[in-house]
Nanobody
Framework: QVQLVESGGGLVQTGGSLRLSCVAS????????MAWFRRAPGKEREFVAG????????YYGDSVKGRFAISRDNAKNTVYLQMNSLKPEDTAVYYC???????????????????WGAGTLVTVSS
């Protein structure tokens, strides 16, 4: 059974930074693409960032380009989301997801993600 456990959320002021982590278990981590999504209050889930199995390819949603960075450590079964220059509109529950394949698939439903974590709340105060 695949499990994804996020951590690192919290309260931060506008302009601040946070780093989210997601530890995966249940199947070989290093061969699957990973991604982060978020859901803000009253809004639909939004793609934030994706990373391929080897970290050779990354992809970002327009709203976070230049501010957020996704990375992974396959030895630790962990994917990260470094969030800088945070804005109040970044307030959301952030979800880690694991792909059905070795990367993310922008043309597919949910970018091809198959498994989801429970989420971690990020609140950015103005």
């Amino acid at each position: 059974q695949v499990q994804l456990v996020e951590s690192g959320g919290g309260l931060v002021q506008t302009g601040g930074s946070l780093r989210l982590s997601c530890v995966a278990s249940g199947r070989p981590f290093s061969i699957y693409g990973m991604a982060w999504f978020r859901r803000a209050p009253g809004k639909e889930r939004e793609f934030v960032a994706g990373i391929s199995w080897s970290a050779g390819n990354t992809y970002y949603g327009d709203s976070v380009k230049g501010r957020f960075a996704i990375s992974r450590d396959n030895a630790k079964n962990t994917v990260y989301l470094q969030m800088n220059s945070l804005k109040p509109e970044d307030t959301a529950v952030y979800y880690c997801a694991q792909s059905r394949g070795d990367t993310y698939y922008p043309g597919a439903e949910n970018y091809g993600m198959e498994y989801w974590g429970a989420g971690t709340l990020v609140t950015v105060s103005s």
